[in-house]
């Protein structure tokens, strides 16, 4: 079944302790992406990847790291969290050529307290 | 500045009516449009996608359409269901290789 999987689904950490959520998909996609949901802001890109190691800033990078070693993983990551990074975070990913339909991840929820 | 906007934010109808749901969009060069859906702390489902040179796309009960002159999108629903009541997004890609979503509308199908 051609799916996008992140893990966790649900994390509670503390201020300061270095996570790391993944994200794998299955269709040999080369767009990956990274998103958080946030009440009355709605869906913002954190960061993308066009490819294998090419990786670009989206609109609220600040706090995250990404990296993308193999065409299917593109990990995210928080070195420092901080409570303003509680949010709902959505995985990606899409064939640049061919319809560009994006197709999403089940998400997971983080809590910084 | 690129950006996508869903109102009203909530919307309730009686089960068995039709209703429209819209989606405005500030750049006409617009590469595609997609709608999804959001069930409460779900993901993301894709319902329909329409790219720049359509004007329309259907699947079951739902149509979605694109006017880019107008720099508007509509999802119709037929016969709705309680089985509807999600929160539905629409997300633009402007060619940039991102997604700009709308902050959605919640709607609510009243048995």
């Known amino acids: 079944e051609a799916q996008v999987t992140q893990n966790p689904r649900y994390l509670i950490t503390v201020t300061g302790k270095k996570l790391t959520v993944t994200c794998s998909q299955n269709?040999?996609?080369?767009?990956m992406s990274w998103y958080r949901q946030d009440p009355g802001l709605g869906l913002r890109q954190i960061y993308y990847?066009?490819?294998?190691?090419?990786?670009d800033k989206g609109d609220v990078p600040e706090g995250y790291k990404v990296s993308r070693k193999e065409k299917r993983n593109f990990p995210l990551i928080l070195e420092s969290p901080s409570p303003n990074q509680t949010s709902l975070y959505f995985c990606?990913?899409?064939?640049?050529?061919?319809?560009?339909?994006?197709?999403f991840g089940p998400g997971t929820r983080l809590t910084v307290l | 500045k690129q950006e996508v906007t869903q109102i009203p934010a909530a919307l309730s109808v009686p089960e068995g009516e039709n209703l429209v749901l819209n989606c405005s969009f500030t750049?006409?060069?617009?590469?595609?449009l997609q709608w999804f859906r959001q069930d409460p702390g779900k993901g993301l489902t894709s319902l329909l996608l329409?790219?720049?040179?359509?004007r329309e796309q259907t699947s079951g009960r739902l149509n979605a359409s694109l006017d880019k002159s107008s720099g508007r999108s509509t999802l119709y629903i037929a016969a709705s269901q309680p089985g509807d009541s999600a929160t539905y997004l629409c997300?633009?890609?402007?060619?940039?290789?991102?997604?700009?979503f709308g902050t959605g509308t919640r709607l609510t199908i009243i048995p």
């Open positions: 990606a990913s899409m064939k640049r050529e061919g319809g560009n339909e994006q197709f």
């Open positions: 269709m040999n996609h080369e767009y």
């Open positions: 990847s066009m490819n294998v190691e090419v990786t």
């Open positions: 750049d006409s060069a617009i590469y595609n």
């Open positions: 329409i790219q720049s040179s359509q």
């Open positions: 997300a633009a890609h402007f060619g940039n290789e991102k997604l700009t």
